[in-house]
């Protein structure tokens, strides 16, 4: 286990870029452990330093809810079969290889629960992209492709009590009743956490912030 400072990950992040690549980084974790503030909080330090660096989350890759529906699949959103694998890695694979052109990347609006097309730009200047979500280091189809996409993955953790409140916490925002929350938590990001801890082992580093 490490913990690390934003300062000592950023230099880590800065490694990863040489001349004539663009990087690609990963933060894998369970959900609620706050994947999408260190990205964040890494990409606007690394811009503060001159290194053009853009935030490209997994989550706007989520299924729309009515193709949750048409699956039968809206009672386990966030569970692994509810993203679209593949168009994460297509875009992945853009990120890298295209360089001479503005590349457009879905992100997730959490107060529609829906994701949005082309809503984050990736342009030809930047030399590193942050993306997270939870499946990163995933074994099944297409995830270990996704993998071999990506310079480094690292782990982010959390303790469980933290993260099982944190989670509760946001569903409770977004409109859910506590217990609605709770019982959530407990059948449905429950055991998406536990497949996603189970892969710990296999990041490059495991964060504590």
């Known amino acids: 286990m490490q913990t690390s400072t934003i ?4 230099g880590r992040a800065a490694g990863l870029v040489t001349p004539g690549h663009r990087a690609v980084l990963g933060l894998c974790g369970a959900p609620g452990v706050g994947k999408s503030s260190l990205a964040v909080a890494v990409v606007k330090k690394m811009r503060a330093t001159g290194v053009e660096a853009v935030h490209v989350p997994m989550d706007g890759f989520h299924l729309a809810d009515v193709a949750l ?3 039968g699949l809206l009672d386990r959103k966030g569970a692994i079969e509810t993203f ?3 168009g994460y890695l297509a875009l ?3 990120i ?3 360089r001479d052109h503005d590349v457009l990347a879905p992100t997730f609006e959490r107060e529609l629960e829906e994701p949005i097309a082309a809503a984050i730009t990736v342009p030809p200047a930047a030399t590193i992209v942050v993306t997270e979500g939870n ?4 074994e099944t189809e297409p995830w270990p492709e996704a993998r071999a996409v990506m310079d480094a993955v ?3 953790d959390l303790d469980d009590d933290r993260r099982r409140s944190r989670l509760v916490g946001r569903h409770v925002k977004h409109g859910k009743t506590k217990a609605e929350a709770q019982a959530w938590v407990d059948t449905v990001d429950e055991p998406n956490a536990q497949r996603v801890i189970a892969r710990r082992g296999q990041a490059d580093l495991v964060v504590r912030v």
Not at 7 to 10: G, H, P, T
Not at 135 to 138: E, G, T
């Open 7 to 10: 300062d000592e990950l950023v």
């Open 84 to 86: 679209d694998g593949h």
């Open 96 to 98: 890298r290889d295209d």
């Open 154 to 156: 690292w782990f982010v």
């Open 135 to 138: 499946y990163l280091l995933d």
């Open 69 to 71: 529906v048409e699956r």
């Open 92 to 94: 992945l694979r853009r």
